[in-house]
């Protein structure tokens, strides 16, 4: 069974770097044919797709979030990485990583669109 555990510090600084890590076990992120994403929501708000890194290291971005955001991959300890520059307190939300078969622009924002989903964890954006 795929599991996935999101890790990295929950409260960041307005200007900061947003640096999360995703460990997944049970499944190589490598050799499945999925896609890895990050989706974050916010205080009253739903699932945002934020981008997604796939098997061959190829990774997607929402359009918005482009030129601040970052994923990245370690195949060596299977595990991939999210980092999102110049936070704001707008970037304060739960951060889920989730594994997919596509991303599909009318689906990812969907909870039922995934396969896999970590538990979440609370980023907080505070001085």
């Known amino acids: 069974q795929v599991q996935l555990q999101e890790s990295g510090p929950g409260l960041v600084k307005p200007s900061q770097t947003l640096s999360l890590t995703c460990t997944v076990s049970?499944?190589?992120?490598?050799?499945?044919?999925?896609?890895w994403n990050w989706i974050r929501q916010s205080p009253g708000k739903g699932l945002e797709w934020m981008g997604a890194?796939?098997?061959?290291?190829?990774?997607y971005y929402k359009t918005s979030l482009v030129s601040r955001t970052s994923i990245s991959r370690d195949t060596s300890k299977n595990q991939f990485s999210l980092q999102l520059s110049s936070v704001t307190t707008e970037d304060t939300a739960v951060y889920y990583c989730?594994?997919?078969?596509?991303?599909?622009?009318?689906?990812?924002?969907?909870?039922?669109?995934?396969?896999?989903w970590g538990q979440g964890t609370q980023v907080t954006v505070a001085s």
């Open positions: 989730a594994g997919s078969r596509g991303i599909d622009g009318n689906k990812r924002n969907r909870r039922d669109y995934y396969d896999y």
């Open positions: 890194i796939g098997i061959e290291g190829t990774d």
């Open positions: 049970g499944g190589s992120i490598t050799t499945s044919s999925y896609y």
